[in-house]
Every structure is written in C-alpha cells, then in structure tokens.
C-alpha cells in the first residue's frame, strides 16, 4: 500500500500564488508517474501536471506558463508551484501517483487539498 499526504491548499485572490505538496509513503519497489489531478464542482476530474521518473512533465494546457511541477524522486515528494492564480483554478487538487509494487503497478489518491482563488 501507498499512502500520499497532501499540503499546501488554501484561499487566496486572484493574481496570487500557491504551492501544494504531497509526500508518498508506503511499500513500493519506485514510482513511475507522480502529480496533480484537480476536481471542480460539477466537473470530471482533470489533469493538472505531471510527472515520470525520467524527468517528463506533462501539463494542462491551462496551466501551462503558470504552474510549475517539481519531483524528489530520493524522498517520494511531489511540488506543485502555482502562480498567477486564477477563479478557474478553483478545485479540490489531488495528489496522485502510479507506483510499482514487486511485478505490479498500482494509481493511489491522496485525500484531496481546497483550492479557492477569489475574484
């Protein structure tokens, strides 16, 4: 089992920035893709950024040129800095990671962080 323990959501005004965190935990030989999914009201739950154990990043392209996503792959952490915040980005944000367990591969969520940018 994998265990992902997110941090770092909040409210703040439109034009500000924050940075999320999530730290994975658990029994896993590695990790092959770690980032964020987010989930608006009403909405499906998409994918913000991510990225593979290469180094690859993949983004949303509403996020691009403003999110930044970074991994430690020695410590199983994953950041997402966000700026130029904007309503849009309004969501519960998701941590998530795809996670080789012996011959298997497993997807685990963390628990979900806020996300409120105010107009």
């Known amino acids: 089992q994998v265990q992902l323990v997110e941090s770092g959501g909040g409210l703040v005004q439109a034009g500000g920035s924050l940075r999320l965190s999530c730290a994975a935990s658990?029994?896993?030989?590695?990790?092959?893709?770690m980032g964020w999914y987010r989930q608006a009201p009403g909405k499906q739950r998409e994918l913000v950024a991510v990225?593979?154990?290469?180094?690859?990043?993949n983004y949303a392209d509403s996020v691009k040129g403003r999110f930044s996503i970074s991994r430690d792959n020695a410590k199983n952490t994953v950041d997402l800095q966000m700026d130029n915040l904007k309503p849009e980005d309004t969501a519960v944000y998701y941590c998530?990671?795809?996670?080789?367990?012996?011959?298997?591969?497993?997807?685990?969520w963390g628990q979900g962080t806020q996300v409120t940018i105010s107009s």
């Open positions: 998530y990671c795809n996670a080789k367990i012996r011959e298997f591969t497993f997807q685990y």
């Open positions: 658990g029994s896993m030989s590695s990790i092959i893709v």
């Open positions: 990225v593979i154990s290469g180094g690859n990043t």
